[in-house]
């Protein structure tokens, strides 16, 4: 099994390599200019601990990440990645323009449907209380949305193509509802919750509940990175298929439908991702209770907060 999750990381590599060779010249530029610097960091200190850890397991740093150079010692999916939240500030910058109330503009119109859209969502899945972590979701919806259109435009690669990137996104999600959690209800009640509300079949569920959360991380990011790798390849292919000298219109046709297509692929991608996202919040965040009281109509509002499960 380990051989061959060894070959598997020797190919990635091999594939890595030959992207970095390909690299759009913004990467080229960075590493040209600060890729010396990252290289002499990488090796003097994650180079070793990863020498150390493979070790173990009868593999190389080299074979598992390809070869360490000063010009690809800065991956392209992370300068893609930094370039995908200076352009998502830029774009929400941009579409505001002057905010206002009788007149606005047809970039601010756009912009507040895309934040209405997920300010609804969030608050039919979580509830009103749930408006709290708007600007959290949002920020997922906008990062990611602009991740997926970069391959779009040239000298620009899609950084959710690459699993450095989506996992790191998971990771980030799962952090912070675990963080909502805790915060909300403590650590032992947050840990309870995986136990379900019977607490004769609690010692069968808590293990179940608590590896599903676990491997929250992992689906949120293969899903991601899965459709937009499978997206790009797809587009790759038919892009190539047809030599230049062949008919011009048939071939751009086509390629024109398939461009709406994965469109369509980086628009639904990103609502799935914010979906799963604002269910995992649903399921540890509550209405306060206190507001419950104080307005004396708890069981009018318990239907209100009443959160949909997916089966």
Not at 61 to 78: C, H, K, L, R, S
């Amino acid at each position: 099994m380990f051989l061959f999750l060894q070959e598997q990381a020797g190919k990635v590599a091999e594939k890595a390599q030959e992207q970095a060779e390909q690299a759009p010249i913004v990467v080229r530029l960075v590493n040209e200019y600060f890729g010396q610097a990252a290289y002499r960091f990488e090796m003097k200190y994650t180079y070793p601990f990863w020498q150390k850890f493979l070790a173990k397991f009868g593999s190389t740093p080299e074979a598992a990440f390809g070869n360490y150079t000063p010009e690809n010692a800065i991956p392209w999916y992370t300068v893609m990645f930094v370039l995908a939240c200076i352009l998502s500030i830029a774009v929400i910058w941009i579409l505001k323009g002057r905010l206002s109330e009788d007149e606005p503009g047809h970039g601010q119109q756009t912009l507040e449907v895309g934040v209405l859209a997920v300010r609804g969502m969030l608050e039919d899945i979580v509830g009103p209380h749930g408006l709290q972590y708007f600007p959290v979701v949002m920020t997922f919806a906008v990062l990611i949305l602009v991740s997926n259109l970069m391959g779009f435009f040239p000298l620009f690669v899609t950084p959710t193509s690459a699993t450095s990137v989506t996992f790191a996104l998971g990771l980030s999600s799962f952090l912070y509802y675990n963080y909502i959690g805790i915060k909300e209800n403590g650590i032992l009640n947050h840990l309870k919750h995986f136990g379900g509300p019977i607490w004769w079949i609690a010692p069968l569920i808590f293990p179940i509940e608590l590896i599903s959360n676990l491997i929250r991380p992992f689906t949120l990011g293969i899903r991601l990175f899965g459709n937009m790798f499978a997206d790009e390849k797809v587009m790759d292919t038919f892009t190539h298929l047809a030599p230049p000298w062949t008919s011009f219109i048939v071939p751009n046709i086509f390629l024109v439908f398939l461009m709406a297509l994965s469109l369509f692929v980086c628009l639904v991608q990103t609502f799935v991702f914010i979906l799963l996202s604002q269910l995992y919040l649903s399921e540890i965040s509550h209405p306060p209770h206190d507001s419950h009281i104080e307005h004396g109509h708890a069981e009018d509002e318990s239907e209100e907060f009443m959160v949909p499960v997916l089966t």
